[in-house]
């Protein structure tokens, strides 16, 4: 009887060794992949039924990630603050030094305590228009407006200089003690009025026009936590402080003859300028309790957001024995098959005749 050869069973084994050999080593190249990384290659079925917590994980964790980047990110404009304040009230302490040291003296430089006068106000007027990431720093809630309009220029909505307006109030000058009192309580009313939120100060004004409290500037820190924040230009302080500067800046005192009323006026101003830099002080305590809360915050998200990673890992990480134990038996189970297919091609019918 004739033997008969298969050809197409031949094929037929070797293309299903072939395929066999090629699953083995897909699977070793993830195992491989598995035992150097420690996370699964296809995390999400290797989950199984907790792949839905598993993406309920990644989504939390990638929330608090974008909660503590915005955090961080006004942390930054906070310390900007801070740094502002600092800076103007040094130079406010400076200016009215100055000015005390020439009252004891009852003699001095009155020039050079206008010149003084004159830099800080305009150092001042810089700072409070202070920009961060774009938006104005002391404008409130108008943070695409500079928060002052500068000393020399015209207000682009009343077209009025404040310089100006300041010196239309000292006028010719000051004649004795009672002038130099009236026209102190004439421009402590100008910076107390709306005439200052409508020359002066650009940003967002403390009342609408109906009298109600504008929104101060504020950010939500965590779910559900908001922290008002921040300092306007327009603010108490910050008034007094431009106005004990101005009464400086805008009138040479060596102009006033009268001596009680050279003293009365320094001492309107000296008082502007100390009421000025303690509301300062107490302003940037505010933005320190501000930061340490944010502080608070940013800790506990944090700590949160450690936690949530942690669970992630525990899903997607592989147990390095359990992998390892796996890769040595795919290596064996690939020897084993290269070996079968080394003998099946080694095998000819030629051999046994």
């Known amino acids: 009887m004739p033997i008969v050869l298969n050809p197409v069973a031949n094929y037929g084994q070797s293309s299903s060794l072939r395929q066999d050999v090629a699953t083995v080593r897909d699977r070793l190249d993830n195992v491989g992949q598995e035992v150097a990384t420690g996370k699964r290659t296809d995390i999400y079925r290797a989950a199984g039924a907790d792949a839905t917590e598993l993406l309920q994980l990644h989504a939390a964790f990638e929330r608090q990630q974008a909660q503590i980047d915005a955090d961080k990110a006004l942390a930054t404009r906070l310390d900007a603050m801070s740094s502002v304040m600092d800076s103007i009230r040094t130079l406010g302490e400076q ?5 005390v040291n020439l009252t004891v003296t009852g003699s001095g430089d009155y020039g050079a305590l206008k010149a003084a006068s004159h830099t800080a106000l305009e150092h001042m007027i810089g700072q409070l228009n202070t920009r961060h990431a774009g938006a104005a720093l002391f404008a409130g809630v108008e943070t695409a407006s500079a928060a002052l309009t500068g000393w020399t220029d015209a207000d682009t909505g009343t077209g009025q200089v404040p310089r100006d307006l300041v010196a239309g109030i000292i006028g010719g000058g000051i004649t004795d003690a009672a002038d130099a009192a009236a026209k102190a309580a004439d421009l402590e009313a100008l910076f107390a009025g709306p005439d200052f939120e409508a020359t002066f100060y650009n940003g967002a004004p403390q009342v609408d026009g109906a009298g109600n409290p504008v929104p101060r500037l504020s950010a939500r ?3 559900g936590v908001t922290l008002d924040f921040g300092v306007q230009a327009n603010d108490g302080p ?5 106005r004990g500067l101005a009464m400086f800046a805008a009138f040479d005192v060596s102009a006033i003859a009268d001596g009680p009323a050279r003293e009365a006026w320094i001492g309107a101003a000296t008082d502007a300028l100390s009421s000025g830099i303690s509301g300062t002080i107490e302003m940037e305590a505010r933005l320190g309790s501000q930061r340490n809360a944010l502080d608070e915050t940013l800790a506990l998200l944090e700590s949160r957001s450690d936690l949530y990673n942690a669970q992630i890992n525990d899903l997607q990480s592989v ?10 038996d795919l290596e064996t189970q690939l020897e084993a098959s290269y070996l079968v297919t080394r003998r099946l091609a080694d095998l000819s019918f030629l051999r046994y005749m």
């Open 95 to 99: 200016v009215r030094t100055a000015a």
């Open 221 to 223: 820190i965590d779910a």
């Open 238 to 242: 910050l008034r007094d402080l431009y």
């Open 319 to 328: 147990d390095p024995y359990e992998a390892a134990t796996r890769l040595a």
